[in-house]
């Protein structure tokens, strides 16, 4: 049985997506910070006939979707759900659970990631101090500026629209964070968190313009953002598809602990 949650189910929920904390770590956010009575989201279940038990969650934010289970669960009547909304764009999760909707819906792109957590900042990684004294924590008054970086880089397939709202949103209400450098009057790098709660972060949206590339910068951006996140005890997690950036992430103190699935519409 698939049913829309409420608050009602908020302690049930937060049981089940505790069972995997770092994989659910959009889920467990989401959930604290907006909890079920939001235009921009809604949270449905599967619940088990036999008795009872919540076995799957189906995450709308936006027009984005995030499914997790425990083991089988209702594909079809996810899917179901998902093919409703005309303006769907984008299905993620885990990499075993997102290749189960393949064949039910058409997706035009699809990309995979790795998967890494930081419980700790390796303090002997590498450091540009004067670069990452020029870092700052970003304001509202950033955001048209730091999507115009996201606009260029041909890496982000995201809706400018929905980009913009949803940094505006993280920002205002605190879930979310974003670091930056200027140069030359502009934005050349920045990093951001979503879904930030009380255990953990998600670290996303690392960028460096192209005419600043091979400075330092980005790795500075993170690693600011990181040890301030982590000085308040909580985790981070960030994904990551090149080889390179895996480098200087594990630099920073990031272990792979999986992988992690896009498709888009």
């Known amino acids: 049985m698939i049913r829309k949650l409420t608050d009602d189910d908020r302690q049930t929920l937060l049981a089940f997506l505790g069972q995997a904390p770092a994989l659910n770590l959009f889920l467990i956010g989401d959930v604290e910070n907006f909890g079920f009575k939001q235009d921009f989201q809604e949270i449905w279940g599967e619940f088990d006939s036999a008795d009872g038990r919540l076995k799957a969650v189906l995450l709308r934010y936006e027009h984005n979707y995030l499914p997790y289970a425990d083991g089988p669960f209702d594909v079809n009547g996810f899917a179901e759900l998902m093919l409703r909304d005309d303006r769907l764009e984008m299905l993620s999760g885990s ?22 957590e930081l419980t700790s900042l390796n303090e002997a990684g590498d450091r540009s101090p004067h670069v990452g004294a020029s870092v700052r924590r970003a304001e509202i008054a950033d955001v048209e500026p730091v999507c115009s970086l996201m606009d260029v880089i041909e890496e982000f397939d995201t809706n400018p629209d929905s980009m913009r709202s949803g940094m505006r949103r993280s920002l205002e209400t605190g879930t979310g964070r974003t670091y930056l450098i200027e140069r030359d009057g502009h934005v050349a790098a920045a990093a951001s968190t979503a879904a930030e709660n009380s255990l953990s972060a998600m670290v996303i949206g690392v960028a460096t313009h192209p005419d600043y590339r091979g400075q330092g910068l980005a790795t500075s951006v993170v690693r600011k953002l990181c040890a301030d996140v982590v000085q308040k005890g909580r985790s981070l997690c960030l994904f990551y598809d090149n080889p390179k950036a895996g480098t200087i992430y594990k630099r920073i103190g990031f272990q792979d602990i999986g992988f992690w699935t896009m498709m888009y519409k």
Do not use: H
């Open 95 to 116: 990499s075993d659970l997102v290749a189960q909707f393949r064949e039910l819906m058409s997706f035009r792109k699809e990309k995979k990631l790795f998967f890494a």
